[in-house]
C-alpha cells in the first residue's frame, strides 16, 4: 500500500511536510517533523517488504532459538529506527533514528554470546560512533541558523565555511555508517550476527543509512572538493572490496565484501549528483543482496553452521531451488542482462563513461565491476560446480518451506523489479551516446572477471607454491589491506587514552579540587559551625559570668 502511495505521489509530484512544534529556544525551534515524499514512501515499502519476508524466514531459521520473542522485538525495533530516519527532514529526529540503528545494531550483533560476536560488537559500535558524533557537532553547528531542517532555511548555495563544515560533518558520518575506508571493517565483522539480521542490515536498513542520508544532503557536497574526496574514497573501497572477496573463503564474509563493493558504486555516483539514479541502485541492490543472505542462512543451515566454501560443493543436485535462487541473485549482482541489477548498474556504468572522470577513476571503476564478476562466478563455482568436499556423504535437501516461501517471493521481484522501477522512477528516456568500444568495455570487463573467477578455482599444485611464495601479498590483499589491524590497534589506543584521561581528571585532580573537594570543603565548615552552635549556649554562659563579674568589681 505504501508502494502505491509513493507512485501515486511520484506521479503527480506530491510532497506532504507534517510540523509539530515542541519548544523554542533562544530564538530556535525544536520540531517534530515528517517528510513524506515520493522517495520517502517508496523506500519505506521496500523495507517493510524485506523485513516481512526476513520476519517470516525467521520463523524457521531460529525455531530452536528460547528466546525468539526478544530477537523479534530487537528486530522491530531496527525497522523503526530505520523509519524514523526516512521519514525525518530534521537533524535531531535523524539523529534519533541514526543513534536507533547503532544502539540495536549492537544488541543484534553480540546476539550470539561469544567472545567474537563481543568483539564484533565493540567495533561496530565504535566505528558508528564517529558518525554518530558527526552528527551531533552538524547539530550544534547549525543552531545558527534557527532550525535544524535541511533543506528549509539553509542557503545551500552560498558555500560559506558554515556550509561546508556541515557538508563534511555529513559525509564522514554517511562514510562511517555505509563503511567507508578508513571505516570498512566493521561491515564484515557485523557478520558474527544471526543470518536474518545480515540481511536485513545488508539489504535496505543499516549500511543503506549513509547513502540516504547524502542523497538528502546532496547540493551541501556536489561540485566541490568533498565530492572529488568522496568519489576517491569510494573508488578505493570499492576496489578493495573486490580483491579482498577474491581471496575471502567464508560465505557470509564474501557477501558482505560485495555489500561493500555496491556501497562504494552509489557512493561514487553520488558524488556526481546522480541521486536518482543513486537511489535506483539502492532499491534493486536491497532486494537481490536480501536473497543472497537468505540463500546463505540456508545452506550454512543444512551444512551443520558451517561458512566455509572449501567444504561445500555441488549443492545443485541437492538443493536445487536454493542453488537457483542463488544463482539468479548473483547474476543480478553481476549485472547480468535484464535482470534488476543490470538496469541501474548499466546505467550508471555509461554515465561514469561519459562524465568528465580522470583516466584512473576509470580504471579503477571498471576493474571493480570486473571484480565483481570475478568473485561472484567463484562463490558459484564452489559452491554449485565444483565436486563432493569435506560434506561428501552429508546430505541436505531443500525441505525449509518457511525459508523457501520468502526466498522464492523476493526472487520473483529481484528479477522483475529493476525493469518495473525503471519506468516508474524514469519514466523519460534519455538518450546516452557514446563511442562503440567505449560501450562494449562493460561487456569485455564482465567476460574477463568471468574468466578471472573461473581461473582462480582451477589451482594445481604450481599455483599453491605460487601462492605461497606469495604469501605476504595474498595476506594483504585479503585482510582488507591491514586496515582490521589499525582500526582495532586505534579502538585499543584510543579506550586507553579514555581510561587515562577518566582516572586523571574525572577520579583525579579535577575530583580532588573540584566537586568532591568542594563537597568536603563544605562538610568540614558546615561540620565546624555546628559545633559551635551546639555550644552557643556554654560559651553565652561564660560571657554573661565573666560580666557579672566586672559589674561587681566596678
Request: charge should be neutral; hydrophobic fraction near 55%.
Given at each position: 500500500m505504501?508502494f502505491i502511495?509513493g507512485?501515486?505521489?511520484?506521479?503527480f509530484?506530491?510532497i506532504y511536510?507534517?510540523?509539530?512544534?515542541?519548544?523554542?529556544?533562544?530564538?530556535?525551534?525544536?520540531?517534530?517533523?515528517?517528510?513524506?515524499d515520493?522517495?520517502?514512501?517508496?523506500?519505506m515499502?521496500?523495507v517493510?517488504f524485506?523485513?516481512?519476508m526476513?520476519?517470516?524466514?525467521?520463523?524457521d531459521?531460529?525455531m530452536?532459538?528460547?528466546?525468539?520473542n526478544?530477537?523479534?522485538?530487537l528486530?522491530?525495533?531496527?525497522?523503526?529506527?530505520m523509519?524514523m530516519?526516512?521519514?525525518s527532514p530534521?537533524?535531531i529526529s535523524i539523529?534519533?533514528?541514526?543513534?536507533?540503528?547503532g544502539?540495536v545494531?549492537y544488541?543484534?550483533?553480540i546476539y550470539?554470546?561469544n567472545?567474537?560476536s563481543?568483539?564484533?560488537?565493540m567495533?561496530?559500535?565504535?566505528?558508528?560512533?564517529?558518525?554518530?558524533s558527526?552528527?551531533?557537532m552538524?547539530?550544534?553547528?547549525m543552531f545558527?541558523y534557527?532550525?535544524?531542517?535541511?533543506f528549509?532555511?539553509?542557503d545551500f548555495?552560498?558555500?560559506s565555511?558554515?556550509?561546508?563544515f556541515?557538508?563534511i560533518l555529513?559525509v564522514i558520518?554517511?562514510?562511517?555508517?555505509?563503511?567507508?575506508i578508513p571505516?570498512?571493517p566493521w561491515?564484515?565483522?557485523?557478520?558474527?550476527?544471526?543470518?536474518?539480521?545480515?540481511?536485513l542490515?545488508?539489504?535496505s536498513?543499516?549500511?543503506?543509512a549513509?547513502v540516504y542520508?547524502?542523497i538528502?544532503?546532496n547540493?551541501?557536497?556536489v561540485d566541490n572538493?568533498?565530492?572529488?574526496?568522496l568519489?576517491?574514497?569510494?573508488?578505493?573501497t570499492?576496489?578493495?572490496a573486490?580483491?579482498c572477496?577474491?581471496?575471502?573463503y567464508?560465505?557470509?564474509?564474501?557477501?558482505?565484501l560485495?555489500t561493500?563493493?555496491?556501497l562504494?558504486?552509489?557512493?561514487s555516483?553520488?558524488?556526481f549528483?546522480?541521486?536518482?539514479l543513486?537511489?535506483f541502485h539502492?532499491?534493486t541492490?536491497a532486494?537481490?543482496?536480501a536473497l543472497?543472505?537468505m540463500?546463505?542462512?540456508?545452506?550454512?543451515?543444512s551444512?551443520?553452521?558451517c561458512?566455509?566454501i572449501r567444504?561445500?560443493?555441488?549443492l545443485?543436485?541437492?538443493?536445487?531451488?536454493?542453488s537457483?535462487?542463488?544463482i539468479?541473485a548473483s547474476l543480478c549482482?553481476?549485472g547480468?542482462?535484464f535482470?534488476s541489477?543490470?538496469?541501474?548498474k548499466d546505467l550508471i556504468?555509461?554515465?561514469?563513461s561519459?562524465d568528465?572522470?580522470s583516466f584512473?577513476?576509470?580504471?579503477?571503476?571498471?576493474?571493480?565491476?570486473g571484480?565483481?564478476?570475478?568473485?561472484s562466478?567463484?562463490l558459484i563455482?564452489?559452491?554449485?560446480?565444483?565436486?563432493y568436499?569435506?560434506?561428501s556423504y552429508?546430505?541436505?535437501?531443500?525441505d525449509?518451506?518457511?525459508m523457501?516461501?520468502?526466498m522464492?517471493i523476493?526472487l520473483?521481484?529481484?528479477?522483475f523489479g529493476g525493469?518495473?522501477l525503471?519506468?516508474l522512477l524514469?519514466?523519460?528516456c534519455n538518450l546516452i551516446?557514446?563511442?562503440?568500444?567505449?560501450?562494449?568495455?562493460?561487456?569485455?570487463?564482465?567476460f574477463f572477471g568471468g574468466?578471472?573467477g573461473y581461473f582462480?578455482?582451477?589451482f594445481?599444485?604450481?599455483?599453491?607454491?605460487?601462492?605461497?611464495y606469495?604469501y605476504?601479498?595474498?595476506l594483504?590483499?585479503?585482510n582488507?589491506?591491514?586496515?582490521?589491524f589499525?582500526?582495532?590497534?586505534?579502538?585499543?589506543?584510543s579506550?586507553l587514552?579514555?581510561l587515562?584521561?577518566?582516572l586523571?581528571?574525572?577520579f583525579?585532580?579535577f575530583e580532588?579540587?573540584?566537586?568532591?573537594?568542594?563537597?568536603?570543603l563544605?562538610?568540614?565548615?558546615?561540620?565546624?559551625?555546628?559545633?559551635?552552635?551546639?555550644?552557643?549556649?556554654?560559651f553565652?554562659y561564660?560571657i554573661?559570668?565573666?560580666?557579672?563579674i566586672?559589674?561587681?568589681f566596678?
Open positions: 505504501i502511495v507512485i501515486y505521489f511520484c506521479t509530484n506530491i511536510f507534517i510540523e509539530y512544534e515542541l519548544f523554542m529556544f533562544n530564538g530556535c525551534q525544536l520540531v517534530m517533523t515528517f517528510l513524506f515520493w522517495m520517502s514512501l517508496i523506500f515499502s521496500f517493510f524485506i523485513s516481512s526476513i520476519i517470516y524466514y525467521s520463523k531459521y531460529m530452536d532459538d528460547l528466546f525468539l526478544r530477537f523479534i522485538f528486530v522491530l525495533m531496527f525497522i523503526i529506527s523509519m530516519m526516512i521519514v530534521n537533524l539523529l534519533l533514528g541514526w543513534d536507533g540503528l544502539l545494531s544488541c543484534l550483533v550470539y554470546q567472545v567474537k563481543f568483539n564484533a560488537g567495533i561496530t559500535a565504535l566505528s558508528n560512533r564517529v558518525g554518530d558527526m552528527l551531533l552538524s547539530i550544534a553547528w545558527n534557527g532550525s535544524w531542517n535541511y528549509m532555511y539553509i548555495f552560498s558555500f565555511f558554515d556550509v561546508k556541515i557538508g555529513i558520518a554517511a562514510m562511517t555508517k555505509s563503511a567507508q571505516f570498512s561491515l564484515p565483522a557485523a557478520m558474527a550476527a544471526p543470518t536474518p539480521v545480515s540481511s542490515v545488508h539489504s536498513t543499516l549500511v543503506t549513509g542520508l547524502l538528502r544532503f547540493p551541501m557536497y572538493s568533498l565530492s572529488l574526496m568519489m576517491f574514497i569510494s573508488l578505493i570499492m576496489f578493495m573486490g580483491i572477496a577474491n581471496f575471502e567464508d560465505l557470509k564474509s564474501i557477501i558482505a560485495s561493500l563493493s555496491q562504494g558504486l552509489m557512493m555516483i553520488l558524488s549528483g546522480y541521486i536518482y543513486a537511489f539502492l532499491l541492490h532486494l537481490f543482496k543472497l543472505f540463500c546463505s542462512g540456508v545452506i550454512i543451515h551444512f551443520k553452521d561458512q566455509d567444504y561445500m560443493g555441488n545443485f543436485n541437492q538443493m536445487p531451488l536454493t537457483l535462487c542463488f539468479i549482482l553481476c547480468f542482462p535482470l541489477g543490470f538496469y541501474s556504468l555509461d554515465l561514469y561519459v568528465y572522470i584512473f577513476s576509470y580504471i579503477i571503476f571498471y576493474l571493480s565491476t571484480l565483481t564478476v570475478s568473485y562466478i567463484r563455482y564452489y559452491l554449485m560446480i565444483s565436486d568436499s569435506f560434506f552429508h546430505s541436505v535437501y531443500d525449509n518451506w518457511c523457501l516461501f520468502s522464492v523476493l520473483m521481484v529481484s528479477i525493469c518495473m525503471s519506468w524514469f519514466p523519460s551516446l557514446m563511442p562503440f568500444m567505449m560501450k562494449v568495455m562493460v561487456l569485455i570487463v564482465c574468466w578471472m582462480i578455482n582451477k594445481n599444485l604450481f599455483d599453491l607454491l605460487f601462492n605461497y606469495m605476504n601479498s595474498c594483504f590483499f585479503g582488507m589491506w591491514f586496515i582490521p589499525f582500526t582495532i590497534k586505534s579502538t585499543y589506543f579506550l587514552f579514555g587515562k584521561l577518566n586523571i581528571s574525572d583525579g585532580w580532588f579540587m573540584g566537586g568532591q573537594g568542594l563537597y568536603y563544605l562538610s568540614s565548615v558546615s561540620l565546624y559551625n555546628q559545633i559551635i552552635q551546639n555550644n552557643i549556649f556554654n553565652f561564660i554573661i559570668s565573666f560580666w557579672f566586672i559589674l561587681m566596678i
